[in-house]
């Protein structure tokens, strides 16, 4: 129905900057909201940025998120990245379905990206 596709995780030092990239595809009508989410190892699924500029008090002034709707696409900008941000980030998008009997509302997910910050 709707695949949403994440890119740019790696491997970064303390202080360095990465971008994340979510790209939506598939029978998309609109998107209502979009956002990054992350989980650490034994840790809960927790929200880090939405589209509406709501951030996690722990990487406000530090990430940030912008979206290009030509290319259904959502970013998000870390910089000054800290051990602690090491996670699988996730994105998430709610959407309407484009069919032609209506647009009935999907909650999408990414299949994550690993973002490791060590030196």
């Known amino acids: 129905q709707v695949q949403l596709v994440e890119s740019g995780g790696g491997l970064v030092q303390p202080g360095g900057s990465l971008r994340l990239s979510c790209a939506a595809s598939?029978?998309?009508?609109?998107?209502?909201?979009m956002g990054w989410y992350r989980q650490a190892p034994g840790k809960q699924r927790e929200l880090v940025a939405t589209?509406?500029?709501n951030y996690a008090d722990s990487v406000k002034g530090r990430f940030a998120i912008s979206r290009d709707n030509t290319k259904n696409t959502v970013y998000l900008q870390m910089n000054s990245l800290e051990p602690e941000d090491t996670a699988v980030y996730y994105c998430?998008?709610?959407?309407?379905?484009?069919?032609?009997?209506?647009?009935?509302?999907?909650?999408?997910w990414g299949q994550g990206t690993q973002v490791t910050v060590s030196s």
């Open positions: 998430d998008a709610d959407v309407e379905l484009d069919y032609d009997s209506g647009h009935p509302t999907f909650e999408a």
């Open positions: 598939g029978r998309l009508f609109s998107i209502k909201a």
């Open positions: 589209i509406s500029t």
